[in-house]
């Protein structure tokens, strides 16, 4: 395994052609290590998302390298890419996506029959506290339990990589601290390499590293030396 966990190489991402083309990613250029809790900083539009779909797998490059644990990403075939969303990414969004007729434990079931070596599906509830509400359907639930319930159908694929698409953005300020805090000791407990996307700057200080986009660039990547807790945290 290369020293880098994740590389980016000069990867480029176009919709559209002609006068009508629009760069999402134009040359980006980063890497992360095994294990770190990562944010990538950016406002609307600054390619964030786009760049996040392409290292799960969910989008493919115009041009350019990804690599995640040796593999090239980049290159692999369609199957190659259901197999590396299945088995090594897990995902967590903004809204919650949860099936509304399943209870929550139905719904991390789910996610645990998909993969080879799943975290059973009581047992990663419990990880996320929400052993007790097993059986309440999405709807019974706050924002806050529904976003906890889409954390642990994510950690049920016992995932390598977990994407964090503005995770507390549909969250008050007091769920979102505790979703992030969450996230933050499941990656240092597990040793999961852990990506946030967002727009709060305020919240960089609690990451291992911190990325910033703007307009399809990278235009910084630190490693955070003063790693500061999100108790201590306000916005």
């Not at 976003?147 to 950690?155: E, F, K, N, P």
């Amino acid at each position: 395994m290369s020293e880098h966990y994740i590389k980016f190489e000069d990867v480029k991402k176009s919709y559209g052609s002609g006068n009508a083309q629009i760069n999402a990613l134009d040359g980006v250029d980063f890497e992360i290590n095994k294990g770190e809790f990562c944010i990538l900083l950016g406002s609307s539009g600054a390619g964030k998302t786009t760049l996040l779909n392409m290292l799960g797998g969910m989008d493919v490059v115009t041009s350019g390298k990804i690599e995640f644990d040796g593999r090239v990403v980049s290159d692999f075939s369609k199957r190659e890419l259901i197999e590396y969303r299945r088995h090594d990414v897990g995902f967590v969004f903004q809204f919650y996506n949860l099936i509304p007729n399943l209870t929550a434990l139905e719904n991390v079931e789910i996610a645990a029959q998909l993969c080879k070596n799943p975290i059973p599906a009581k047992e990663a509830l419990d990880m996320v506290g929400l052993t007790e509400r097993a059986n309440n359907f999405p709807a019974q639930l706050s924002g806050g339990e529904q976003q906890r319930v889409a954390i642990a159908r994510a950690l049920a694929k016992n995932p390598r990589l977990l994407l964090c698409d503005e995770p507390t953005g549909a969250l008050d300020y007091v769920t979102g601290k505790s979703v992030l805090k969450l996230l933050y000791e499941l990656s240092k407990e597990r040793g999961t390499t852990v990506i946030i996307i967002t727009h709060n700057q305020a919240i960089a200080p609690m990451a291992d590293r911190i990325i910033k986009i703007k307009s399809g660039k990278i235009y910084s990547n630190e490693i955070n030396q003063n790693v500061t807790s999100i108790d201590e945290i306000e916005w």
